[in-house]
């Protein structure tokens, strides 16, 4: 087998507006290392590809399709919810990810997803070695969720905060036009199932500069309706209207969703809403405010259009440290961003060992919730906004941002052996 | 009183990204002639700050917070719901108008809104010369709607379909790169009570160089169950996945919308909730298929970060033909968008008379959509790219673009009569 190794890349969890800027990262620094490394071969829907021995030949896309990645958001070799068994309770799964990097010669492992995959990245490079068949593993960093440790924050998040904040600051701006004979209250809901960091990038529309009356629902705090209606109540006295930020983890205190609200349809089915309509009723109901409401969905974390520069320059910059650290002989490790002040802002690539990321999840800290529990403190804001920072247009024809689509050919398969997904 | 008059100008109906692009039109260009106009008051809230003779001095804004108007969202005045009733219902109203422009010496009315506001508009026109106060009515066409008469596109449309377009196409590559493990439908709900045209520009994702596999349901097409559901299987047996765009106005053959799906929640109260979670819930129920939803709202109206470069020209230039159009003499008259070629795209304001513009609402044309009632034609291709087309950012500090709020100081009151207003 030749020296010169394969590296294999792939996509992880949920999609961001900049997963591909870090594909690009991988691949454009792995193609300036050709005497290191071989191809890239992608995982086609991520880890499932490996598995199932379905690769793609990135070699076979021209230097402008995957300087395109950059600006196109979405996973471009598809992405998978998909987490690896534990090594106990399904060891086949390791020993086929190894069987597979070892048919096509694969010497590079690089994993590009949130805390669920830097785990399998870890296991990955602690087994490989022990089967006798070593891969150095590195994990880039991905989630919207900005909730791994050890690093300041993850590629995916700028972006999501900024297009909340821009959103919210749009969508408030039209209700204040609107309150004196109309909308009165503006619900808007966000993601982050556990952690409030997309929440609290809603409440960064309100600046020194313009201030406007917004809520936070928060996962972090536990929904109280008389303080939030009350609350409400005041802001729309004083300024005639309001915006509501809702988190698609806020919960009461018995741990329900407010999205589970026991809705049923027509034929009595439980029906899946969502928090912001819950939330508007709510407040129709017990203060008589006309509502509008919007749940931003998927389109917040695809959002490309309005991408933060701050965090395409990171997503890419992950990717490359991914691959140098490779070179460098480095193995188990993630690449970080680590701040190193807010203002002006600056930060450069660190390095964690993956032992100390897997499996922590990294919450608001409290001093960055305001003490009602509906706002963030001075502290959060500092933190935010380097993070929004900057604009990084997609190139546009006929009106349309111009994302890129791959070829994604596959490779040869080698293996004789199929391999069947366990549920 | 003096021969010089001054201007009324005011924001009617729902706001857009672009209607205070028409203002800074106004009032930059009565501005430019000051020697024929005085002083450009608008309307606190719209047509309700002339009854309640609540009159914002425009004059006490800097040229800078004017041309900062052209990127500004929403209503800078504030804007308002309330149609003026019909002169036989309701005279005491019109005489109230004319009695307030008398007062401020006002001799142009400006009314930038749809169709209720042309209205309203041509009757004030009318009266005021009959009741010996003559006032030059020019009505300035907005509305995200489409719906208005004679012109080609109305001002506020061009920039919320592309923000759909946008956002469609980018929520598409999100479900496109998931779809092998997980969300295989996703549905966006866009604004559009009776005509289909924000719904259309949701297919323009798709483009012949690249193909994404989009439903559109429409207002103007009875909603078919069993015909829906067969479409989206084909597509995601094609394709893997799909996205479907449906128009909040979309509705049963007996008229019932499919949001009011006699929803309850947990007290039994009938639930206000959107269509697009009625669609999902429907895929999934009958097919099996994991989805995801997101309501547009608001974001799509306000979102004056993706603006489309052809609306705020032309939001700008229907604003500035006005003041034109009054200097000339012109009265009861709305200047128009005239379409000249569609590629390349050439167009040049026109006139319509009010008489032919008041409640008249312009359909999607039949051969605009497919024949199977999913999608649109190329005609209607041809139509909507060159209203999407270009891009026209505002400016950015600290990741959030620069919005103007005015001072909007009150003009002092001149009449010692109230007046109250009928709901």
């Known amino acids: ?22 594909a690009c990262g991988v691949i454009e620094t792995a193609r300036k290392h050709k005497d290191k490394i071989g191809k890239v071969y992608a995982g086609r829907n991520g880890i499932i590809g490996a598995l199932t021995e379905d690769l793609i030949d990135t070699s076979k896309e021209s230097a402008k399709a995957i300087a395109a990645l950059r600006h196109t958001p979405s996973g471009a070799f598809g992405s998978c919810r998909f987490k690896l068994k534990s090594l106990e309770a399904n060891k086949a799964e390791y020993e086929r990810l190894i069987e597979v990097f070892k048919a096509h010669n694969i010497g ?10 830097a785990d399998t990245c870890y296991k990955v490079s602690q087994l490989s070695e022990s089967l006798g068949y070593p891969v150095q593993a590195i994990h880039v960093p991905k989630t919207v969720d900005n909730d791994l440790p050890i690093t300041d924050n993850c590629p995916g998040f700028g972006s999501v905060a900024k297009y909340i904040a821009v959103s919210t600051l749009e969508a408030t701006f039209d209700v204040r036009s609107m309150c004196a004979t109309s909308t009165k209250v503006f619900v808007l809901e966000v993601m982050g199932r556990h952690a409030g960091w997309i929440a609290a990038a809603g409440a960064m529309a309100s600046t020194k500069d313009c201030e406007l009356p917004i809520v936070v629902l928060f996962p972090e705090v536990l929904f109280d309706k008389d303080k939030f209606l009350a609350k409400v109540d ?10 509501v930020v809702v988190s698609e983890g806020c919960h009461w205190p018995d741990g329900k969703f407010l999205a ?13 809403g969502g928090a912001a309509p819950v939330v508007a009723n709510m407040i129709k109901e017990a203060l008589g405010h006309k509502f509008h409401w919007g749940v931003a969905d998927y389109m917040q974390r695809a959002a ?3 991408a ?20 460098k002989g480095h193995n188990s490790v993630m690449p970080t961003i680590d701040r190193v002040s807010s203002s002006p802002y600056k930060w450069k690539v660190g390095m964690a060992p993956l032992s100390k990321v897997a499996n922590v999840e990294k919450m608001m800290p409290k001093n960055f919730i305001t003490k009602d529990g ?15 920072k900057g604009e990084d247009y997609p190139p546009y024809k006929n009106g349309l941002p111009q994302y890129v689509t791959l070829k994604n050919v596959a490779v040869a398969k080698k293996l004789k052996t199929t391999y069947e997904l366990k549920k």
Chains 1, 2 share one sequence.
Do not use: W
């Open 1 to 22: 087998m030749a020296k010169k190794k394969n590296a294999f890349y792939a996509q992880s969890g949920g999609v961001t507006a900049v997963i591909n800027a870090s």
């Open 108 to 117: 590079y492992f690089f994993y590009n997803g949130g805390g669920d995959s």
């Open 234 to 243: 005041g802001l729309v006295k004083k300024f005639g209207y309001c915006t």
């Open 260 to 272: 589970e609200q026991g809705t049923r349809d027509a034929f009595g089915h439980a029906q899946l």
């Open 304 to 306: 490309r259009h309005i």
């Open 308 to 327: 933060s520069k701050s965090d395409v320059d990171q997503a890419y910059a992950m990717g490359k440290a991914a691959v140098e650290f490779a070179l």
């Open 374 to 388: 509906f706002g963030i403190t001075d502290k959060c804001r500092e933190y935010l906004a380097p993070l929004m």
